[in-house]
């Protein structure tokens, strides 16, 4: 798994962060709420262990943001020293998906961590997605574009259903690159081939392109007509 770790306790943070890095997993840390976010928006992790008390903003509040503004669904596990009822029922009306009180097990991190990540990872059913004009069915693999239907080789699919899952947020290369092809490629062209045949299907069938270059710093779906 890649875990992000949010978590201001330095002690705390470093055993996290060497337990699960000796366990195999990929793992990034943030000792304060607003990095944290930045890191839970940009990146691309499996699940985030979040601390309730942050400094800078809390953990409520990165877990908030975090659902309601960067509609990113990654399992968050919140971590506390905080054990009332309201407490915990604060944090899952935030968004996040299981709570652990501080002191705890590392072995148990690992094990909430594991079988949110398998729930997660497992869903049936994925949703259809919608941006705009344009829609995606996971499932049946239909895209329909101001109405029209798109025909994409398979790589060009992936490439917008990456781009759908969070309409309007700006994707780096290497971004886009890991979630298609498994890894950064040696050299631009085969990213930007694929984003070329991508959007001019997309513009055949709706006469203009949802797709924007951002200079510098890659491509974002635009959820709203520009034309």
Known sequence: MRVLIIEDDPAIAANLYDFLEARGHEVD??????????LAVTGRFDAIVLDLGLPGMDGNTVCRKLRGDAHDDTPVLMLTARDTLEDKLGGFAQGADDYLIKPFALKEVEARLAALHKRHAGQVAPRALTAGE?????QSLVIRFCGRDVKLP??????????MAQPDRVFSRKELEAEVWGGEQQTSDTLR???HVLRRELVQAGSYDPIENVHGLGYRLVSHATH
Request: aromatic share 4%; proline share 7%.
């Open 29 to 38: 840390a943030a000792a304060d709420g607003v990095t944290g976010l930045h």
């Open 134 to 138: 344009l829609t995606f069915d996971p």
């Open 154 to 163: 398979p790589k060009c699919i992936r490439l917008l259903q990456v781009l």
């Open 193 to 195: 081939s694929h984003m």
